[in-house]
């Protein structure tokens, strides 16, 4: 990805102000200018395409699930899924589900909605046009939870592109040693937020509760840059 480090969750969970917060926003540039200035970024020499990479099923619940992908080349990316009520139901990139159209990115975050608990799901990606299929397209959504969310504040920070510029269109994901992986993409100017209140356990049967002592991992990645520091 375009970075992976580990943050300590009291930088984000406390009700803090606003000043506070915008110098925690800094200090997650500062740990993404640090990582550029470190030379650990690659970038592939393969001429770009639209073959999903870097595949990984995301902010499972109990009636969704989603699926991150990223591609070299600007290309539409969906996925479909079999059903036996409704047939092949088609699932757009989430920040195309506004409007219906179908745009091309580098970065996919595609969310599949109201589906039934605890409930064995496949799916087939369609990038670029062509359809791709694997025995690991598949997932099972959580439990029911009957108790209130927890009281926490979300992640959020600004992702860096080697160049310098603003990591748009990025795929930012995070976890805890005991929770289950969530996961965004950033905006237009690169930023991201990710919610820790419905942060759920690794079998998603529970939210995961954080406390002062908690590490998140965050990986960001995007096209083919890459990192070899975990």
């Known amino acids: 990805g375009v970075q992976t480090c580990a943050l300590p969750i009291w930088l984000f969970n406390k009700r803090i102000p606003t000043l506070f917060a915008l110098i925690v926003l800094t200090v997650v540039i500062g740990i993404s200018v640090v990582l550029v200035q470190s030379g650990i970024f690659y970038q592939g020499k393969a001429a770009p395409d639209s073959i999903p990479k870097k595949v990984l099923i995301t902010n499972i619940t109990d009636t969704s699930f989603t699926v991150v992908f990223t591609t070299t080349a600007l290309s539409e990316g969906v996925i479909t899924m079999e059903e036996s009520a409704t047939g092949n139901s088609v699932v757009l990139d989430d920040r195309d589900k506004k409007n219906g159209s179908k745009n091309k990115y580098y970065s996919h975050h595609v969310t599949a909605q109201d589906l039934k608990p605890q409930t064995q799901y496949s799916f087939k990606i369609l990038s670029g046009g062509k359809e791709y ?98």
Do not use: C, H
């Open 133 to 230: 299929s694997s025995p690991e397209y598949k997932t099972k959504t959580g439990f029911v939870i009957n108790t209130p969310p927890p009281a926490q504040n979300p992640l959020f920070g600004k992702a860096l592109l080697p160049d310098g510029a603003a990591g748009t269109d990025t795929i930012v994901t995070a976890k805890t040693e005991s929770s289950s992986i969530i996961s965004a993409v950033t905006d237009v100017k690169g930023e991201f937020i990710l919610p820790t209140n419905s942060l759920r356990n690794l079998d998603s049967s529970e939210y995961n509760v954080l406390s002062d002592q908690s590490v998140f991992s965050l990986s960001l990645f995007r096209q083919d840059l890459l990192t070899d520091r975990s």
